[in-house]
């Protein structure tokens, strides 16, 4: 009888065992693009940073229907055609519902158009601003998978205007990165820089990963210029300035939002960078960027100001969100779900284990939540697009300092009055 009895707990403690090894096998794979080598490579691995700690904040409040959130993160090496591979194996082989990613519009657009758009699978960027995924969407070549948790270049463009001639740039030459990203700046930019009354000497393009941009330098002197528009990434952005610097360029320096970056800062010289403005996509702040700059550095050893973290960690927290109140993997259903975890009539949750909890709950009840972000309350268009504030930075004795901001209203006013 003894024996009897030793053999049921013996099975019995296996069954619970095997349970709990169940349990901790279910997994829910999201698919991560991100630039973690490349011009891009430090705020990829921002991206990637803060994505996992969202993931990991709702696994610690209960998971997704049991089960834990999980990234297959691929690096695109900043290289759309990396990436377009990368996607692939995780849309066609690893079956992934979403893909995050990538940071940059020259990674994220051909995602789109060769991959998660004809796929129908969930495509969230936290950091591609290029209008052209705004078109993309108007034309109806995206079907309505695609989000981002930035605003649009078609209104940094505006805010960048205002703040240059504020600053006193009147006469500018602009630099620029030739992809999609750039040409896009540049065109809403001046557009707005000029009917502001600003004047633009030169406008010059340069591919990424040179050696030397001597020449770029030179052609962007002509025409006597107060000041230099940067539009690049923190590793060339450098190289730039630097040769700008050391042909007598005037040192005053407008850059875009991938420029807030102390690498650059380092790599230039902050002695040098004592007249550099730049924007960003701003903040209306909620708990949930007093929970994620409280905690963020710890988790990653990033800090919080880098220019993906904010928005890369709300892109992983709505798709987490959105799987749980989706009540499966299929893409659809997911891509429905995006909008209603940021309902305005629902509850308001924030970021962080004990507000993912009380979310997960109200889910399961079948009760609406509105996901107030890092980045301030989160509202969707039908094209995946978000407005927001814009963020004035100046650089000052070597690091980066907010100055001021255009809130959402300012920038839709200059807007309407550019557009006249």
């Not at 004809?118 to 936290?126: I, R």
């Amino acid at each position: 009888m003894k024996k009897t009895l030793l053999s049921l707990s013996t099975g019995l403690a296996m069954l619970i065992a095997a349970g709990a090894v169940q349990a901790a096998d279910c997994k829910i794979t999201v698919g991560l693009v991100m630039e973690l080598t490349g011009p891009a490579g430090e705020y990829g691995q921002a991206g990637a940073k803060s994505v996992e700690m969202a993931f990991r904040d709702i696994n610690e409040a209960g998971g997704v229907r049991g089960c834990d959130l999980v990234t297959d993160t691929r690096d695109s090496q900043s290289q759309g055609n990396v990436a377009v591979d990368a996607a692939t194996q995780l849309v066609q082989v690893g079956k992934v519902p979403v893909v995050i990613g990538g940071i940059i519009s020259s990674v994220s657009i051909p995602i789109l158009t060769s991959v998660t758009g004809p796929a129908k699978v969930v495509q969230v960027s936290p950091a591609s601003s290029s209008p052209t995924l705004t078109a993309l969407g108007r034309d109806g070549k995206t079907n309505g998978v695609f989000f981002r948790t930035i605003t649009s270049d078609a209104l940094q463009g505006v805010a960048a205007a205002k703040y240059a001639l504020d600053q006193g740039f009147k006469k500018l030459a602009v630099i620029h990165v030739n992809n999609d990203f750039g040409v896009n700046m540049v065109s809403e930019f001046s557009r707005a820089y000029k009917a502001l009354g600003g004047e633009i000497v030169s406008v010059t393009p340069y591919n990424e990963k040179q050696s030397s941009y001597q020449s770029e330098v030179t052609k962007a002197m002509e025409g006597g210029p107060d000041g230099l528009y940067l539009i690049s990434y923190p590793v060339d952005g450098a190289t730039i300035a630097r040769a700008w610097i050391s042909q007598g360029g005037v040192q005053k320096f407008l850059l875009n939002d991938g420029m807030n970056s102390a690498d650059f800062i380092s790599a230039v010289g902050a002695e040098y960078l004592n007249e550099a403005y730049g924007t960003s996509s701003g903040t209306s702040p909620t708990k949930s960027t007093e929970y994620f700059n409280a905690n963020y550095k710890a988790f990653s050893n990033i800090e919080p100001s880098n220019p993906a973290a904010d928005r890369s960690y709300d892109a992983g927290a709505i798709v987490g969100l959105a799987i749980a109140a989706a009540g499966s993997e299929d893409p659809a259903a997911i891509r429905d779900a995006i909008y209603k975890v940021v309902d305005p009539a629902g509850e308001p949750i924030f970021a962080g284990k004990e507000e993912f909890a009380k979310a997960l709950g109200l889910i399961k009840d079948g009760k609406p939540i509105k996901y107030e972000g890092v980045i301030g309350p989160v509202s969707f268009d039908k094209y995946g697009d978000i407005t927001g504030p814009f963020r004035l930075w100046k650089v000052t004795d070597g690091e980066v300092k907010t100055v001021g901001e255009m809130t959402t209203d300012d920038v839709n006013t200059l807007k309407a009055e550019v557009d006249k």
